[in-house]
Nanobody, 120 residues
Framework: QVQLVESGGGLVQPGGSLRLSCAASGRIFSIYDMGWYRHAAGKQRELVATITNEYSTNYADSVKGRFTISRDNAKNTVNLQMNNLKPEDTAVYYC??????????????WGQGTQVTVSS
């Protein structure tokens, strides 16, 4: 009932930047937390950054000072600006959001994932 569509991944050299975007659509009445997670080969999925509907943010220690999460509540979008990328940032990045539908049901949705590769 709620879909998340991501965009913006790709290949970038170390020290470069990328911007990921995620748009939510469907029977959305409200969105609470939105966030980004990543899954690197051979590792468990980990939290990258989250943002509440009141714009409070939380970051993994490994990305603090380099990544910035933002959201546009009017457009139901969340973005992740990634600067000074490192090879260890290589992973599939997933968007996540939670909220309520127009029928007052809770939902928790994931995007399809977008590949970020940091390599020279």
């Amino acid at each position: 009932q709620v879909q998340l569509v991501e965009s913006g991944g790709g290949l970038v050299q170390p020290g470069g930047s990328l911007r990921l975007s995620c748009a939510a659509s469907g029977r959305i009445f409200s969105i609470y937390d939105m966030g980004w997670y990543r899954h690197a080969a051979g590792k468990q999925r980990e939290l990258v950054a989250t943002i509440t509907n009141e714009y409070s943010t939380n970051y993994a220690d490994s990305v603090k000072g380099r990544f910035t999460i933002s959201r546009d509540n009017a457009k139901n979008t969340v973005n992740l600006q990634m600067n000074n990328l490192k090879p260890e940032d290589t992973a599939v990045y997933y968007c996540n959001a939670q909220g309520k539908t127009t029928r007052n049901s809770n939902w928790n949705a994931w995007g399809q994932g977008t590949q970020v590769t940091v390599s020279s």
